[in-house]
């Protein structure tokens, strides 16, 4: 019998609002060894990296109705 040796996948880091605007939320991950930061355009559907962060873990936040999950890079 074969074993699967498929890892886990890893938790996805939280993401918290640190700066707002009208136009645009400034979003930081919790894991401090970690640190992406992305600006989310609130009236134009935009996704600016700030800093890279570990690009292989997933990240997830929310502000209100805007929410991040599952954000791929094209």
Do not use: N, Y
């Amino acid at each position: 019998m074969a074993l699967d040796k498929t890892p886990e996948p890893a938790p996805p880091h939280q993401m918290d609002c640190e700066a707002e605007t009208a136009a645009e939320v400034l979003f930081v991950c919790r894991d401090e060894a970690c640190g992406r930061r992305v600006v989310v355009g609130k009236r134009q559907p935009r996704l600016t990296v700030i800093d890279r962060g570990d690009w292989h873990i997933p990240h997830v936040g929310s502000l209100g109705g805007l929410v991040i999950d599952g954000v791929e890079a094209a």
